[in-house]
């Protein structure tokens, strides 16, 4: 569906919905508890015991590569809660808790609990809660729920929208972390349209007829168009998942985005850049300096919006049409996805 083919609507979240502790929380719980998460990429995995600890929406995560088995576990320790490891990565042959010591196998089976005092512990029930990890084509995903759908069968079109791009033979070249004071739904919006890119983004303005920026709206996903200035379309394909993964795919690489709510009015977005071989470094500085700037426009305008939001002036405004149907998606899944927890 093209962003064309929907007739103008009223925003559907009011502006509480973007400062609120409690509705954070709600959308915490009900949709990245849910949702898969890109956690890491396989080169990070690639040896016995490599590890990526990672926090997603304030939920700490850890994957290990246990003998060639991919493991997730929440990075929380069964005594008392202490970390097993630190954010970031690195290899170990198990987990030993930084507070206390207890130490667990890379299976997450408990194996000692130090200087207890207890022979009557009961190891069985004492493993590590695990949290499910599947990889494709090269990049590692997380998911909390469950019950939630396969990881392919989660991406959907998606995955098909891919096809033709030589992924698994990008390798990771610069990774960077962002923070930013908004919620992450301004951000999230903010990313499903063009109409801003004269006003916020005049270098990427002067490169593409934003007047002609596409965002066509799938099935939990959106794919976005823009013609070049000279007329061509530009190479690539640029895709965007619910509720916060982004993937621009180029003949010789991609830049994968990630981002999730640290609070109600804080944005963590994550960046990974990969390029195929032979890639010139100047071709690589200018690629992650166009997205780091690119990056640093959309944090100031989305940070005003934040506040604003948060004056209490602003009560709720219209979509255009032709402009921001992935707006209105952003927000449609949202509410189908709180709506859905809230359900009995």
Not at 208 to 237: F, M, N, Q
Not at 285 to 299: G, P, W, Y
Request: aromatic share 12%.
């Amino acid at each position: 569906m093209q962003a064309s083919s929907r007739s103008a609507v009223a925003t559907m979240l009011p502006a509480s919905a973007y400062v609120d502790p409690v509705v954070y929380e709600r959308e915490r719980q009900a949709i990245f508890a849910r949702e898969w998460a890109f956690a890491a990429d396989t080169v990070q995995l690639s040896s016995p015991g490599s590890y990526v600890a990672t926090t997603v929406a304030g939920y700490p995560i850890v994957v290990v590569n246990d003998a060639g088995t991919l493991r997730g576990f929440q990075n929380v320790c069964r005594h008392r809660g202490g970390p097993l490891v630190w954010d970031g990565g690195g290899s170990c042959k198990g987990f030993v808790c930084r507070y206390h010591g207890w130490s667990y196998g890379l299976d997450g089976a408990l194996q000692t609990a130090r200087d207890f005092g207890d022979d009557a512990l009961p190891r069985d029930g004492l493993s590590l809660h695990d949290v499910r990890v599947e990889a494709w084509r090269g990049l590692v995903f997380v998911n909390l729920e469950r019950g939630a759908p396969a990881l392919v069968d989660w991406l959907g079109g998606f995955a098909g929208e891919c096809d033709g791009y030589a992924m698994e033979s990008f390798r990771p070249v610069r990774r960077s972390s962002h923070r930013i004071s908004a919620n992450w739904k301004v951000y999230a919006e903010n990313y499903q349209e063009g109409y801003h890119i004269p006003l916020v983004h005049p270098g990427l303005n002067r490169q593409i007829d934003a007047r002609r920026y596409e965002v066509d709206v799938r099935e939990g996903y959106c794919v976005h168009r823009a013609p070049a200035r000279e007329g061509a379309v530009t190479s690539g394909t640029w895709l965007w998942r619910f509720p916060g993964l982004a993937l621009n795919l180029y003949p010789n690489g991609m830049c994968l985005e990630t981002y999730a709510p640290v609070g109600a009015g804080e944005t963590q977005i994550e960046y990974v850049f990969f390029f195929a071989e032979g890639t010139g470094a100047d071709e690589i500085e200018a690629s992650v300096a166009s997205s780091t700037a690119i990056l640093d426009e959309d944090r100031v305008i989305c940070e005003v919006v934040q506040r604003n939001y948060a004056s209490g002036l602003y009560g709720g405004g219209l979509l255009s049409p032709r402009h921001e149907a992935g707006v209105a998606y952003v927000q449609e899944l949202v509410l189908r996805a709180t709506a859905a927890a809230l359900a009995p």
